[in-house]
């Protein structure tokens, strides 16, 4: 195109259209995902550096094989579900097919560790949001331990107050509270210390920069340092290497996620990995 305003504002017009049209077609295939059983779940590792090293726990990640657009990413269509409400059944397909599996786990011996669910903002402001977690857990006979849940930052666009007092109740329940993606929000620290956050995850993007850039290296060092302050368990997500994993593990960090330790994995092989590891 050419360097014309005109002319660029024509390209624009037609990305938009293309992106609308994209938007259209996957919201109306999302529509059939869980009836269709097109949704399933991918668990990633996550382990507790230091000595022992065990394995802390699990991330489930949420996985849409579409018979009609074949694999889309979820940075793709969570978005989609989220603008379309989609979110709030297929959140609770999550939480439930997460905890049965995590239940399953605990039951024959596997693992003592906790399953991670990553959560919308919508979802937490349903009016049911509590009772729902409470009943699924108890529905699938997993102890509110197990369970961690995961929250952004962009929790902070809802009503405060009314968050704050749902996350509590969890909490005091014994279920784990993550808040995901750190460092790439917009939150301020005094709003963090008013939440009952367990676990801080720092955002890949710091990860990355981990041995070339110093100060990406000391940035992530000090957000380490805060967490630890605020007396929060601190996880590195997006680990990819040998340097990386050592230089957080001197760096004081508590855990470590990334496919450095493994990529995310579907159920079917959560059991061989857990075994192969412990061996
Ligand atoms: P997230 O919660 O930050 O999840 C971590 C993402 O990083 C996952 O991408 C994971 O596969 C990827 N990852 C983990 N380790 C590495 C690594 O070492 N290198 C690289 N390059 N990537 C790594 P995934 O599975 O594509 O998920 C993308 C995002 O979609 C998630 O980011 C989360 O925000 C969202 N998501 C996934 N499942 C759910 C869900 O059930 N509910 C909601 N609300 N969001 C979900
Ligand atoms: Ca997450
Ligand atoms: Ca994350
Ligand atoms: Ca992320």
């Given amino acids: 195109a050419k360097e014309t305003g005109k002319g660029k504002y024509v390209v624009y017009e037609e990305d938009m259209q293309r992106e609308f049209d994209e938007r259209v077609v996957i ?17 990633q590792p ?9 394995v802390w726990g699990f991330e489930a990640l949420l996985r849409w094989n579409s018979p009609a657009l074949g694999f889309v990413s979820p940075l793709t269509f969570i978005r989609i579900a989220e603008d379309s409400r989609l979110i709030i059944p297929i959140g609770q397909w999550v939480l439930r097919r997460a905890c049965d599996f995590m239940a399953g786990m605990v039951k024959k011996g596997l693992t003592d560790g906790r ?4 959560l919308s903002v919508s979802q937490l402001l349903q009016e049911d949001f509590t009772e729902n977690v409470l009943q699924t857990l108890e529905q699938s006979g997993l102890s509110p331990r197990h369970l ?26 014994g279920i784990g509270i993550a808040l995901d993606d750190f460092g790439t929000g917009y939150s301020s620290l005094s709003y963090l210390v008013q939440l009952p956050i367990t676990t801080l995850k720092i955002d890949k993007s710091f990860i990355d920069g981990i041995p070339a850039e110093e100060r990406t290296a000391s940035l992530t060092s000090s957000i380490i340092a805060i967490g630890h302050d605020m007396g929060l368990s601190v996880t590195a997500e997006g680990v990819e290497s040998e340097v990386q994993r050592r ?33």
């Fill in 247 to 279: 230089v957080l593990e001197e760096t004081g960090c508590d855990k470590i996620q990334g496919y450095y330790l493994s990529r995310p994995l579907p159920e079917s092989q959560v059991q061989a990995w857990l075994e192969s590891f412990q061996n």
């Fill in 115 to 118: 399953i991670s669910v990553n």
């Fill in 46 to 54: 996550i382990q507790q550096l230091g000595a022992e090293g065990e």
């Fill in 148 to 173: 961690e849940l995961e929250i952004t930052e962009s929790i902070f666009m809802g009503s405060f107050d009314l968050i704050r007092s749902k996350l509590e109740y969890l909490r005091r329940t």
């Fill in 27 to 43: 919201e109306k295939h999302l529509r059939n995902a869980i009836e269709g059983q097109e949704l399933s779940l991918h668990y």
